[in-house]
T-cell receptor, first 113, second 116 residues
Framework: AQSVTQLGSHVSVSEGALVLLRCNYS??????LFWYVQYPNQGLQLLLK??????LVKGINGFEAEFKKSETSFHLTKPSAHMSDAAEYFC???????????FGTGTSLTVIP | DTGVSQNPRHKITKRGQNVTFRCDPI?????LYWYRQTLGQGPEFLTY????????KSRLLSDRFSAERPKGSFSTLEIQRTEQGDSAMYLC??????????????FGNGTRLTVT
């Protein structure tokens, strides 16, 4: 069965600082991995998805994620935080069929001016 | 692509009442999902449709919950005899399924249910 674990339910960074949000996956087969962002009272918006064979995946709004099979990780980064990045971030994994997607518990990002 | 639409956005109901939510997916998407999200948690899977067929149901989905997608287009989620524990955000998502597990979900803005 697939699952993801997000380390750190709350992360605070200063505006302009590096953003690092952690996600580790558990899967017996190569996983399909995603990062989503959620703003208050809205649904989830896709930031990026893992592409088989890639190690660095680029997404929207300057976000990237690095896939490390040896560490079963898919951490999300952004070189320079912006105030508008303050939101809830979710890592997700799906199986081969796409019948179910499993989400982490989320990381709330605060950006300090 | 007008996005996934959910109605209503907010619903307040008294315990014991029935409620129904509607989801209109992206028109060319044949896969539709319902999730429930409580405060501070990630979305929890409830059920999945491919066209009009309900192919997966979570054990979270008690007998009071029923979902339909009669013509493979819009879907409804009904909760009968609501309980305070049903208070949550109910999210609908759709997917083309072209890449199977690698086809991302597209979410609506959710229906926030409050049971008093």
């Amino acid at each position: 069965a697939q699952s993801v674990t997000q380390l750190g339910s709350h992360v605070s960074v200063s505006e302009g600082a590096l953003v690092l949000l952690r996600c580790n996956y558990s899967s017996s087969v190569p996983p399909y991995l995603f990062w989503y962002v959620q703003y208050p009272n809205q649904g989830l918006q896709l930031l990026l998805k893992y592409t088989t064979g890639a190690t660095l995946v680029k997404g929207i709004n300057g976000f990237e994620a690095e896939f490390k099979k040896s560490e079963t990780s898919f951490h999300l980064t952004k070189p320079s935080a912006h105030m508008s990045d303050a939101a809830e971030y979710f890592c997700a994994v799906s199986g081969n069929t796409g019948n179910q997607f499993y989400f982490g518990t989320g990381t709330s990002l605060t950006v300090i001016p | 692509d007008t996005g996934v639409s959910q109605n209503p956005r907010h619903k307040i109901t008294k315990r014991g009442q029935n409620v129904t939510f509607r989801c209109d997916p992206i028109s060319e998407h044949n896969r539709l999902y319902w999730y429930r999200q409580t405060l501070g948690q990630g979305p929890e899977f409830l059920t999945y449709f491919q066209n009009e067929a309900q192919l997966e149901k979570s054990r979270l989905l008690s007998d009071r919950f029923s979902a339909e997608r009669p013509k493979g287009s819009f879907s409804t989620l009904e909760i009968q005899r609501t309980e305070q524990g049903d208070s949550a955000m109910y999210l609908c998502a759709s997917s083309s399924g072209r890449d199977r597990g690698n086809s991302p979900l597209h979410f609506g803005n959710g229906t926030r249910l409050t049971v008093t």
